[in-house]
């Protein structure tokens, strides 16, 4: 994700450790891509390295080992997985389990003998989409407390409160989940993914509510992380720093993030 186009001058830098840039807008980031493709030992050192030891990453397990093969059978490809990020340390701040639409409570077995079958060097976090889990989520929660493992809720309430108004929107409003707003923590460490809509406005509109879940886990000791998204995600960082600053006017005790140095651009000086 750090190396979004659309940020590139502006966030990152055109060239070079993108990743370095974007740790000084923010101190989390969604591992996207290794749920498409694991990433080598050594590109996922590099990306420690470019790190600050409390920056927090939360991998995706690659989908053949959770869409493919839904977690059985899938041994060689979760080691191959575990290898890689073995060099994230404590960056590492969970792994995320990602599970299909399919997946529903008749398949919590399955869960529940992967969810055992995973090292203890890790802590997991699990995103569903089957509505069945919504509507009576308490054996989902019972497997996961036993698990020590966090529910990632996807809140897409916002972005599908009203019909899409931009090619963005529409792009996403066919291929994003349409999930309620879930604010029940099960750990120490919950976290949140919340899209909003391409009008900042409305964007920081509808994460009010999350405002306020936010500032009550950090009173109770919980350490939250959050992931703001818009459908093209090109102001998310500025987003994301805006909603970590309403927090922290609830919570002044929340450290502030650093102050971002601005991006090296490729453009030659100029007198004008």
Not at 16 to 27: M, T, V
Not at 29 to 51: D, L, M
Not at 202 to 208: I, P, S
Request: contains cysteine; hydrophobic residues 40%.
């Amino acid at each position: 994700m750090w190396s979004l186009k659309a940020w590139q001058g502006r966030f990152t830098s055109p060239a070079g450790e993108k990743l370095r840039a974007y740790a000084q807008w923010c101190n989390a980031v969604e591992g996207n891509t290794t749920f498409y493709a694991t990433p080598s030992r050594e590109t996922v050192a590099t990306w420690a390295e470019q790190t600050g030891p409390d920056f927090r990453f939360i991998p995706k397990i690659p989908k053949r080992v959770t869409h493919e093969l839904r977690m059985t059978g899938a041994d060689e490809e979760l080691r191959i997985f575990l290898d890689a990020v073995e060099p994230l340390g404590p960056r590492a701040a969970a792994l995320w389990i990602q599970l299909p639409g399919s997946f529903g409570p008749g398949d919590l077995a399955v869960l529940s003998r992967f969810l055992r079958s995973l090292p203890s060097a890790f802590r997991y976090a699990v995103e569903v989409r089957h509505p069945d889990f919504f509507a009576d989520p308490r054996r989902l929660e019972e497997l996961l407390l036993k698990a020590g493992a966090e529910w990632i809720p996807f809140d897409t309430t916002a972005f599908f409160d009203t019909p899409p108004t931009s090619d963005a929107e529409r792009d996403a409003w066919l291929k994003k989940p349409r999930m309620p707003r879930r604010d029940t923590a099960l750990t120490d460490r919950p976290i949140v993914r919340y899209l909003g809509r391409d009008d900042p406005a409305r964007t920081v509109a509808g994460w009010r509510p999350w405002v306020e879940t936010v500032a009550g886990w950090l009173r109770e000791g919980r350490s939250p992380t959050v992931f703001v998204h818009t459908p093209d995600n090109a102001d998310a960082p500025a987003l994301a720093r805006r909603f970590h600053d309403e927090v922290r006017a609830v919570v002044p005790a929340l450290a502030p993030l650093p102050e971002p140095a601005p991006p090296v651009t490729d453009e030659p000086p100029t007198l004008f």
